[in-house]
């Protein structure tokens, strides 16, 4: 059984960071592609980051360049979006994404209010 279980989420000032971390299980997780997105309010959901299996090549949103940084740790399943910077743009619901078996299976969503 796929899971994706995440945790950091909260709450920041502008300029503050923080890592969202995300828990797989139940699927082959080194050689997997892993997605982080994110959904404001009245907005649709957005690719922000993304990571290979193997050689862990990294791809971001024109918006988050330079400020977010994902990364996997294959031995323990699991991979990461460490924000810095934070704008209150950024404030929105952050989800972990992975395809496995033609399915795609989705975190159960980690808040990330920035505000002052």
């Known amino acids: 059984q796929v899971q994706l279980v995440e945790s950091g989420g909260g709450s920041v000032q502008p300029g503050g960071s923080l890592r969202l971390s995300c828990a797989a299980s139940g699927f082959f997780f080194s050689t997997v592609p892993m997605h982080w997105y994110r959904q404001a309010p009245g907005k649709e959901r957005e690719l922000v980051a993304s990571?290979?299996?193997?050689?862990?090549?990294?791809n971001y949103a024109d918006s988050v360049k330079g400020r977010f940084t994902i990364s996997r740790d294959n031995a323990k399943n699991t991979v990461y979006l460490q924000m810095n910077s934070l704008r209150p743009e950024d404030t929105a619901v952050y989800y972990c994404?992975?395809?496995?078996?033609?399915?795609?299976?989705w975190g159960q969503g980690s808040q990330v209010t920035v505000s002052s």
């Open positions: 994404k992975a395809r496995w078996a033609w399915t795609d299976y």
């Open positions: 990571i290979t299996g193997g050689s862990g090549s990294t």
